[in-house]
């Protein structure tokens, strides 16, 4: 079956721009993550949907980052007035997301990287 | 706050050579484990998982990791590296369905 899929796979903008990124789950995982790997760094949370709502933003850098989840599957992550700082590559995760261990394993997808000139 | 430690930054091995890496964890109580796996130009891909019962955990491609609890480590072992296994290894803590915390990660390079 078809994996977690990211659109674009590059975005390269101008510093003050606004950038939307797109995440598409595995079908009938509940669960969705983003995450951003900057160079020579692990992948760091960003946020987390069950369903339709944001269960953990906490990992939201500032209030110009927001993410979407409105029918409860694609998800779109907007970074409004970029800043070359935000220059990362951004992750993509999904899981099962109900009761039972076993459903907690997130699976990645390929990532957008995004330039800020 | 919690935190994932990767003692390795870069590891270089010949092959066949015996390969472990370090991961200790600082979360309490109750945790999942993982380690990743970032092939040159792929996506994270699942190497393994320890969720509960026995501490030693067999992944694919001849991976294992062992959970010592009072150390709070998950190293990540092979006996015998191959070419193919250079790449990128990341661990990955977390609680429940809650976001993964990843370690800075460790480059592997396996020279033929």
């Known amino acids: 079956g078809a994996g977690v899929s990211q659109t674009p796979s590059n975005k390269v903008t101008e510093k003050g721009k606004y950038v939307e990124l797109r995440c598409d789950p595995i079908?009938?995982?509940?669960?969705l993550y983003w995450y951003r790997q900057s160079l020579g760094q692990g992948p760091e949370f960003l946020i987390y949907f069950q369903g339709t709502g944001a269960a953990d933003d906490s990992g939201l850098p500032n209030d110009r980052f927001f993410a979407v989840r409105p029918e409860g599957s694609v998800s779109t992550l907007k970074i409004q007035r970029t800043e070359r700082g935000d220059s990362a590559v951004y992750l993509c995760?999904?899981?099962?997301?109900?009761?039972?261990?076993?459903?907690?394993?997130?699976?990645f997808g390929p990532g957008t990287r995004l330039t800020v000139l | 706050a919690q935190s994932v430690s990767q003692h390795n930054h870069h590891v270089i091995l010949s092959e066949a050579a015996s390969l472990e890496l370090g991961c200790n964890y600082s979360y309490g109580g109750t945790v999942n484990l993982f380690w990743y796996v970032q092939y040159p130009g792929q996506h994270l891909q699942l190497l393994l998982k320890?969720?509960?019962?026995?501490?030693l955990v067999k992944g694919i491609k001849g991976f294992e990791a062992e959970f010592i609890k009072s150390k709070f480590s998950f190293n990540l072992r092979k006996p015998s590296v191959q070419w193919s296994d250079t790449a990128e290894y990341f661990c990955?803590?977390?609680?429940?369905?809650?976001?993964?915390?990843f370690g800075a990660g460790t480059r592997l390079a396996v020279h033929p």
């Open positions: 320890y969720f509960s019962g026995d501490p």
């Open positions: 079908s009938g995982h509940t669960a």
């Open positions: 990955a803590v977390n609680r429940g369905y809650n976001k993964l915390i």
């Open positions: 995760a999904s899981s099962l997301g109900y009761s039972g261990r076993e459903s907690n394993e997130q699976f």
